[in-house]
């Protein structure tokens, strides 16, 4: 279990990095303590009188030293309710799970308030019996609790035609990672009965939302009956506003819009609908002008969240510790790399526990830095051996005018400094 | 992965349980949907206008119909500050993950605001180099990420005289279920160098917090070099005010007395401290009146949390899901069975995922509700093969006058109207 012996800096720069007590010498650029500090040594303020009670806040929030660890609008991007984007804080979280107060949030026409009393959620179309369930119905089918990441189509969307938005909340921040509880589809569409669609194989679902936007999707049978999630809770409570309260649709490993929320209808039908939201959007501009749709996987990614813009290092050259989060929508990340050099030489990052099905990853490269100039970057593979592409490849592929599905590399310049910029390399 | 099909009610029962569109007939006792159902054939206004933007809640908070899903308190527990306690709202969540803002809260000072810039931990004794961390510097060593359980040894305390409080929020919601980002206490024991200790087997640690209580705990060297984590975040965030901001110890499967929030110092010593917090409190009184000391580690228990005196039936007969939570301070839950007749007979729950390492558990039993009364418990087996015991098996060994480390299988009597108290079954 000593991670440290395997890839991090030796004991001896650890050393270093603390401050002795009673000694007095301090290391070039490192940030620490004075000795005899007394801060340590005389007894402060909050040692001599009570803290606070936690009866006032039954329900807390975090605390006041936090409070730019915020969800964060891009102004330009958010010209009315319709398009607001909220973006999570990833350069200031660890670990893996997003909790629900700061997870990123997009909507198409406001998050509306629906009481359980007032939900309904409807099944029809294709169907032996067209079925109406209140929420309380739905508690009562078997659940299921898995953690998945949900990520919109559009993250790292402004940045095709160069490096644009200057940190990683703004360039990677619209997703967040949950753990869900709810039934599956397969069991509800089962409770409606499926023998009158036939052939199950060409056949399809749409499934709308109870807010003015319906935001409607069309979902292929096959996904449907897999693994999606007709979900209640995310972190053990019930779904904020925002994401859907009372209920949302989970689609593990396919975009965000997909996963609607207030869900209101599933119908079973012949084929796609074709909706607003899979045509006009969500389609992916090619080079050559056409646009391709259907694609719904989000492929296996990377982002170092720190250091990065809004996390910039703080200290002198030793001992740094580099940290991002990967994810594949085809299944679970098998290794992540770190490049220093802008992706001339990489190393093996150190996975933090055993990667989940679609759901983030978080890795740590435990690393010593010179106080030089590092181009940073991090590259997913996944288990399928899908290798996340370089900015360069995928425009390739797709050109310079696309919104979605941007699974790029990404590089953050970090300057002798400390401070970090997003950049691209040739 | 159709678990349905293996422990739930037939297919046959559910068809009953949703309205079918168009069709009038109800099931005896069963709440649904009345149809034609005007919440979901007529546009309701949710659906005619914007809902709300998100730029107001940058942080947010649940939406105000679950404003009861609180930590709440037993105003007869809490006659001043100091020994506050706020309980889980158990009884109300699904999955294993307690949102920071609900996770239940002791101290014995009150929670005290702790800036980064003046957060100092030291280590000192028998160490070959004493050292003052800031918190800088501890972010600059290796860090890992797990999920544990955190349970107050106090934890159904209230209960060994006999059945005391109504709702599983009060009996078993001084627990908690986190994800935690940190550095393992060895790396920090190491960097100051053990060998001034000589033979580390029968040497101890002291910790302390930097509040007024201190709140001072001894934890022998060898679990110290084990898994204990000086921990920063919990659920990818920082750790909230209450939860010891900027730092707090982490101290996987031992009673939550030792995990010391708001960390500041680590003392190596040649024996424990016997400090008040391990002698006067935290010991257990046996039926003889002598007392025993260094009970650290929560044996396996478990709880249903659904339904109960909080969480009451509000359908009648028929598909039924019941749930709680399983956990051991010695590592993984193996099983857990549920009772309907106060453990005269008992079925196998299902268990959601893979269990983890000192972690909480979610079991699910998907059954039918004939609409008589029952006594449901629930008994938890961990991966070392012990048993959750009853009342009475911890009562021959322990007496009635402890507090701490009560165990025992918990009854609720679920009436014929839905209704659930707590009760003790002979």
Known sequence: MSEENRTGPSRRQFLTSAAALGAGSVAAGMARAQTPDPLITEIQPWAQQFGDGV??????????????????????????????????????????ITPQGCAFERHHSGAI????PDYRLMVNGLVDRE??????DLERFPRENHVYFCECAANTGMEWAGAQLNG???THGMIHNMEYSGVPLRTILQEAGLSAAGDLKDKWIY????DASSNGRSIPMEKALDDVLVAFKANGEALRKEHGYPVRLVVPGWEGNMWVKWLRRIEVSDGPVESREETSKYTDTLADGTARKWTWVMDAKSVVTSPSPQSPITHGPGALVITGLAWSGHGRIARVDVSKDGGMTWETARLAGEPGNRALTRFYLDTEWNGEEMFLQSRAMDETGYVQPTKTQLREVR????????????????????????????
């Open 207 to 210: 499934v709308e939302g109870a």
């Open 113 to 116: 308030e629906l009481a359980k």
């Open 168 to 170: 990683a909340q703004f």
């Open 55 to 96: 009866d006032a806040t039954p329900y807390g929030l975090p605390i006041r030293f936090e409070d730019d660890v915020i969800r964060r609008n891009v102004p330009w991007l958010t010209a009315d309710v319709t398009s607001s984007i909220n973006f999570t804080p990833i350069h200031a979280l660890d670990g893996t």
């Open 131 to 136: 079925l109406i369930f209140t929420y309380e």
């Open 399 to 426: 050109g310079l005018n696309s919104v979605y599905h941007n699974n790029c590399i990404q590089t953050w310049w970090v300057k002798p400094s400390g401070e970090a910029e997003n950049v691209e390399v040739s």
